[in-house]
């Protein structure tokens, strides 16, 4: 079970951070990801990273701005959120692969996904 917390209502430029929280399964040694999606669009990609925390991958669109980090003692990931734009209001989702230990900006390669946070940013 992934829980996702942190979102909130906050003015463009502000930071935000993040957090989710794996019980039941360990989460571990699996690659673990960060998606999101707008009212009316499609769920898209933020952010990945691996079990070991090596590697990371961005969307383009929160490069720079937005880091994903983990916590393997506390079974927890993390998206650090700065420069928050309007366009960056969503639902934001945790999600994590099966037995990958790698990154991912596949949605069909996450089987288990957190209830999602809202992120709302006002201009």
């Known amino acids: 079970q992934l829980q996702a917390s942190g979102g909130g209502l906050v003015q463009a430029g502000a930071s935000l951070r993040l957090s989710c929280a794996a019980s039941?399964?360990?989460?571990?040694?699996?690659?673990m990801g960060w998606f999101r999606q707008a009212p009316g669009k499609e769920r898209e990609f933020v952010a990945s990273?691996?079990?070991?925390?090596?590697?990371?991958n961005y969307a383009d669109s929160v490069k720079g701005r937005f880091t994903i980090s983990r916590d393997n003692a506390k079974n927890t990931v993390y998206l650090q959120m700065t420069s928050l734009k309007p366009d960056d209001t969503a639902v934001y989702y945790c999600?994590?692969?099966?037995?990958?230990?790698?990154?991912?900006?596949?949605?069909?390669?996450?089987?288990?996904w957190g209830q999602g946070t809202l992120v709302t940013v006002s201009s």
């Open positions: 999600a994590s692969r099966k037995w990958s230990s790698m990154t991912s900006s596949s949605r069909a390669d996450y089987p288990y």
């Open positions: 990273i691996s079990w070991d925390a090596i590697s990371t």
């Open positions: 039941g399964r360990s989460a571990t040694n699996r690659g």
